[in-house]
């Protein structure tokens, strides 16, 4: 009885549901004017909200005055961290590669357990702005400042690529415009509020994307999962049944109540038993059981590697708040990690018509609502959700990228003696110098967004991740051994980007088949982290001693 | 002079007590959460053994026949919905795709008189030909081709309904109409014929074991444990992880 009041509810409110269905309706194409007035105020709630909390020093600008709570912190976590590849990228890795997008899942929360065990409160307690910062003071050397901000940036860098890659396909959705113009577009509206907030204003806005991203990204799964009779209560684990349906394959007609359950073009919720959606490294995905470890390695010690997400811990107040703040952040995320594969299997479901066909990965979250007959209004807030979660991560790389040109390149190394004002001029100058070279970048289309980010992952696994590993845990790690371990890092990383970048061009070289596979662009660090780790040690334990002062900071102020 | 000695320390061989029970707690998260992730991988990846789905097995029964040109009336329909069953799968990649699209028209085409036939092919070119347009079409013309090609389809189904086992409007009578393309090769070419058993069996031989097919929660066990579970391990590992240690910090009266 619940279920069939819910259910007319469904229908008077929701309009355009699959049992009354809006059949013959396109996925992409035209300007869509309800999404377009929710984008345009969300957008323009965040420059508010960036210009209401306008950094005004460095302290602010960097690392938002140590005034965020620990329950504030963690939801600016979850949305620095939930970007267009958790939210748009993650569903369609699921879409199109199965068992092996959980990879992406599992590697993107899993990685959080060892940033808390292994850094969140030593970080704090160590005391520095930036990742530059700790590099450079604990290995008491200039270089590996100066190399350590260049990568930060590169970092930076990368991850911003797959994230104005997100913000460019759902302003063409919503907006209908080209891909190019909305790239353009949506990186103009991101940079002016950096610009205008710095981080105190970024971490604010954090706050309230991260409420829009939960509340846009779950709406559309209940609706769907009621819908097409699942366990809608929590479609999180109602999924399930649909999984296995998939497996199994589902007969048409489709019947639930006495009607048939259909799509928004008026197809039967029906498919062919698909068990490939499900199995683990099938072969027809194209994937294998090595890539699933490698990509889900890479991503976890990544995640303890990247500048953005390891910056954020300088923001609270207390040590204590550094650790809760990690938990707090972790669950924010995993209430969307838990929801993205429910999209995937929903979009399988609702595009298993040959008339539909395979949908576009990336905007799989979208057009899977869009399919399943959601209302237009709440798919254009999942858009806007999903542009919300880009710009909140693009705002903290921004931040990132600027405080290592500015904070740990221009002042540390090229102007001691810059004043506050300077510093702040000069962190502006990163941020848009950076912004426009990401854009030129992004309207190349170099990949699909996961996997453009999980580009940036691999780096910080390589070259970030081991320098702080053991430069917290291991006082024996000197600057000889750091450099050497840095340098292994980059050897790792400079080969396999070599060989993506000749393959990209339709080039070969030596062994292209070989490094293509074992050292994939997206997963390098399966073997970089660990070399670099090794041949640290090594060459710390061949060279001259860390120096008194630094072993007896770290073993009375950071592990005391 | 005090020495450097007195402060080595490392993750394995802590400075003090306090250090040496943070220690434990680290690497008895870091067991946890290893085996957890990776254990789980390689016990999956141990005890699984490919599982190919029936219809592999009824390709495989007629598809002797097929070779030799000797299929019963029976025998093609088996074939032909086995063809369909992996067409319908939405993972195929195109150049596989192709195989499978000529050799469905093939094989229906051989069953249907040569009448019905042309007209069938000229349907077909018609609908491609609308499909080709409709990519760059918006609003009303959108909504007019896409009536066009349905009623086209409509009109095949007619004319082909009696050749295949497919429930008319059903979803195997969709990609079998989308499947069927303009030409027709009045045979398999030799391409179609060596690669279509390798493609069968691509799609449909699995990695499957105990933990594949048990249901738990309605998942797949395995799908639950990667998706659901872990989520909830590393969240519950990071609770007790700050739980213990801040017990310990408040015992051992340490203010941070």
Not at chain 2, 109 to 138: E, H, W
Request: overall charge positive; glycine content about 8%; hydrophobic content about 50%.
């Amino acid at each position: 009885m619940m279920k069939k009041i819910l259910l007319s509810l469904v229908i008077i409110f929701l309009g355009s549901g699959a049992l009354m269905a809006e059949s013959l309706t396109q996925l992409e194409g035209s300007f869509k004017t309800g999404p377009a007035i929710i984008l345009i105020a969300t957008l323009v709630t965040f420059v508010l909200v960036g210009v209401f909390f306008r950094a005004k020093d460095p302290a602010d600008y960097y690392a938002a005055g140590r005034k965020i709570s620990k329950v504030g912190s963690g939801m600016a976590i979850a949305s620095n961290w939930m970007s267009a590849a958790s939210v748009l990228g993650m569903a369609g890795m699921m879409y199109g590669f199965g068992y092996n997008g959980l990879a992406y899942v599992v590697g993107w929360t899993g990685g959080y357990v060892l940033l808390l065990i292994l850094m969140a409160a030593q970080i704090r307690k160590y005391g520095k702005y930036t990742a530059p910062d700790f590099i450079g003071d604990r290995y008491y050397s200039r270089d590996l400042r100066i190399v350590s901000a260049i990568f930060t940036i590169l970092i930076s860098f990368a991850y911003c690529v797959g994230q104005f890659g997100g913000i460019g396909l759902m302003f063409k959705w919503i907006l209908g415009l080209d891909y190019a113009w909305a790239v353009i577009i949506g990186s103009s509206v991101v940079l002016m509020y950096t610009l205008i907030s710095g981080m105190i204003g970024a971490t604010k806005n954090m706050q309230i994307q991260y409420v829009i991203i939960v509340v846009s990204f779950l709406l559309p799964i209940f609706i769907l999962a009621f819908k097409f009779d699942y366990f809608w209560m929590l479609p999180q684990i109602g999924y399930g049944a649909a999984v296995s349906d998939i497996v199994q394959g589902i007969p048409a007609p489709n019947i639930s109540n006495g009607m048939a359950l259909l799509n928004a073009y008026g197809h039967d919720f029906s498919i062919v038993p698909s068990p490939e959606f499900a199995m683990p490294w099938d072969p027809s995905t194209g994937t294998t059981f090595f890539q699933w470890v490698a990509i889900c390695f890479s991503l976890m010690v990544g995640t303890a590697g990247l500048p953005h997400v390891i910056q954020r811990f300088y923001v609270v107040p207390k040590v204590t708040d550094a650790r809760w703040s990690v938990v707090w952040g972790l669950f924010f995320i995993c209430l969307v990690y838990w929801t993205a594969p429910a999209y995937s299997t929903f979009g399988k479901l609702l595009s298993s018509n040959p008339e539909v066909g395979v949908l576009a990965k990336d905007a799989i979250v979208v057009y899977t609502a869009q399919l399943g007959g959601v209302n237009s209004l709440v798919v254009g807030l999942l858009a806007a959700g999903a542009i919300s979660a880009a710009f909140s991560t693009v705002a903290g790389l921004l931040v990132a990228g600027a405080s290592a040109f500015s904070h740990d390149l221009y002042v540390k190394v090229i102007n001691p003696g810059a004043t506050p004002k300077i510093q702040l001029r000069i962190a502006r100058i990163g941020t848009i110098i950076m912004a426009l070279a990401v854009t030129i970048v992004a309207l190349m289309k170099l990949g699909l967004i996961a996997q453009l980010v999980s580009v940036a992952f691999s780096m910080a696994a390589c070259t970030i991740f081991p320098l702080f590993l053991l430069g917290i845990w291991w006082s024996g790690s000197n600057r000889a051994g750091a450099k050497a371990g840095l340098f292994a890092g980059i050897l790792v990383t400079t080969v396999s980007l070599v060989y993506f970048i000749v393959g990209l061009s339709g080039g070969r070289l030596p062994g292209q088949e070989f490094i293509s596979y074992w050292l994939n662009v997206w997963y390098f660090a399966w073997i970089g982290a660990p070399l670099a780790v090794i041949v640290n040690i090594v060459v710390s334990k061949l060279t001259t001693p860390t120096p008194l002062e630094i072993k007896k900071f770290l073993a009375e102020q950071v592990h005391n | 002079m005090e020495s450097s000695d007195n402060y080595n320390f490392s993750l394995f061989k802590p400075r003090n007590l306090h250090g040496k029970k943070n220690r434990n707690v680290i690497l008895v998260m870091l067991i946890i959460w290893s085996v957890a992730v990776f254990g789980f991988q390689f016990l999956l990846r141990g005890i699984e053994k490919p599982t190919p789905e029936k219809t592999l097995a009824d390709f495989e029964s007629v598809w002797p026949q097929a070779i030799s040109k000797d299929l019963s009336s029976v025998d093609y329909k088996t074939l032909l919905n086995s063809l369909i069953l992996v067409k319908g799968k939405n993972m195929v990649k195109p150049d596989d795709q192709k195989i499978l699209n000529e050799a469905i028209t093939c094989i229906t085409f051989n069953l249907i008189p040569d009448s019905i036939r042309s007209v069938i092919l000229s349907g077909i070119s018609n609908i491609n030909s609308m499909k080709a347009r409709i990519s760059g079409a918006k609003d009303q013309e959108f909504l007019d081709l896409k009536t066009s090609i349905l009623e086209e389809q409509k009109r095949i189904s007619v004319m082909t309904t009696d050749f295949h086992v497919f429930v008319q409007g059903g979803l195997e009578e969709k990609i079998f109409l989308g499947s069927l393309v303009a030409t027709y090769p009045g045979s398999l070419s030799d391409n179609s014929l060596g690669r279509l058993p390798e493609i069968m069996k691509l799609y449909l031989i699995h990695n499957q074991s105990v933990l594949t097919d048990a249901i738990f929660l309605g998942f797949p066990f395995h799908y639950f444990y990667t998706a659901v579970f872990l989520l909830i391990l590393f969240i519950g590992l990071c609770i007790v992880y700050n739980i213990l240690i801040e017990w310990r910090l408040k015992k051992e009266g340490i203010v941070e």
